[in-house]
């Protein structure tokens, strides 16, 4: 007789959106710097320049959080990721050369800002839930830096980015 399968707990949930959220973030370091490149605003792409540097100290804290759970760090393929930078690409490729392509690529980037917002904020409390407190301080450092990043372009559209798109 087969056994039955293993009922999928809350530290399988964590571990599992963990390996998503880190595929997302190594999937977005790679595609910061192609909005970057395409920025034609300054500020702009000292932006997307500045969150790439950010990025890379958010693996490294997740793959300290895998390391606190006892897990090697791994992604698992993010749908939801996928299909933000695919459409960050589609502007990219669409909008090239035009004035709305700096509100596009920043639109693009809050797409992305509030889905790692929503992620973050979902395996703090699991974390919490878990009595994981070591992962709970090094996710909580970076939801802060996702707020303060999706902050600052929300800014740059209000005072640079949406005008020049409107002005041309």
């Known amino acids: 007789m087969a056994k039955a399968k293993e009922p999928k707990m809350l530290d399988d949930l964590f571990h599992d959106t963990l390996k998503d959220i880190y595929y997302a973030e190594k999937k977005i370091l790679s595609t910061l710097p192609k909005m970057a490149k395409a920025a034609q605003d300054k500020q702009l792409r000292a932006a997307f320049e500045k969150h790439h540097r950010e990025t890379e100290g958010q693996i490294e804290r997740l793959e300290q959080v895998f390391e606190d759970i006892g897990k090697k760090p791994q992604g698992k393929t ?91």
Request: net charge negative; aromatic share 4%.
């Open 78 to 168: 993010c749908a939801a990721i996928v299909g933000i930078t695919e459409e960050g690409a589609e502007i990219m490729s669409e909008y090239k050369g035009s004035p709305a392509l700096d509100a596009g690529l920043l639109a693009a980037a809050q797409a992305v800002e509030h889905y790692e917002i929503a992620r973050y904020g979902t395996l703090i409390a699991w974390a919490e839930e878990l009595g994981h407190s070591g992962a709970v301080r090094l996710l909580k450092q970076t939801l802060a830096e996702e707020e303060k990043t999706d902050e600052a372009l929300t800014q740059l559209a209000k005072t640079a980015v949406n005008q020049e798109a409107q002005a041309a």
